[in-house]
């Protein structure tokens, strides 16, 4: 077992275990094989972690995650910046879509990553279209209201449609809010 070569391909046989890439047995018959009939001694000695597939895909979603957390610090201090705020807001409409997009990719694979995605990207187009009536129809509230119906109706759909909850909970509550606002409040 001391051969590298033979410790890298034993790795890479209980990944693909571990992960049901291979039949079960297929990867005993190649564990076997490779190990010369020795499965107590290499316990101790192999370990999936090791893998470089393993590797490989913690370093994809590491990369992916930075990216993902630079790119939303750059839109925050970009969408302060009244002075730019065009490019603001096509930042922030295509980080949305990016966001969008790589949680329906990421929604098979990891189930925390795509939530907080499209959540993200709610929020993202919720904080634009407000900035869009503060900046453009600074005391028209029609607007602002109009706008705030507008994003609760599309995540009301959203979350019937895909039937996720957290939307259509969120859709519902914001129409709840801005009709009690409106009655109570006005």
């Known amino acids: 077992m001391d051969n590298p070569k033979k410790q890298i391909i034993i790795n890479e046989i ?8 291979l039949p079960e047995h297929y ?7 490779y190990t010369e009939g020795e499965d107590i001694q290499l316990q101790n000695h192999i370990s999936i972690k090791k893998s470089i597939k393993m590797k490989e895909k913690r370093k994809k979603t590491t990369i992916s995650l930075l ?3 630079i790119t939303a610090a750059l839109l925050i201090l970009l969408f302060l910046m ?4 065009y490019i603001a ?8 879509i990016l966001f969008l997009v790589y949680s329906y990719k990421f929604a098979k694979k990891h189930d925390l990553i795509a939530p907080i995605l499209q959540v993200a990207a709610a929020l993202l187009i919720f904080g634009i279209s407000v900035k869009v009536s503060l900046v453009y129809f600074e005391n028209n509230n029609v607007v602002l209201y109009t706008l705030l ?3 609760c109706f599309m995540w009301t759909i959203t979350g019937i449609k895909l039937k996720l909850l957290y939307f259509t909970i969120s859709g519902v509550l914001g129409f709840i809010i801005i009709i009690a606002y409106q009655l109570f409040f006005l």
């Open 82 to 85: 009244t002075a730019y705020f």
């Open 67 to 69: 990216i993902m957390a």
């Open 89 to 96: 807001a096509f930042m922030v409409g295509i980080i949305a």
């Open 27 to 33: 990867c005993d018959f190649l564990m076997t094989l």
């Open 14 to 21: 209980l990944f693909w275990k571990q992960n049901k890439l």
């Open 149 to 151: 119906v507008a994003n």
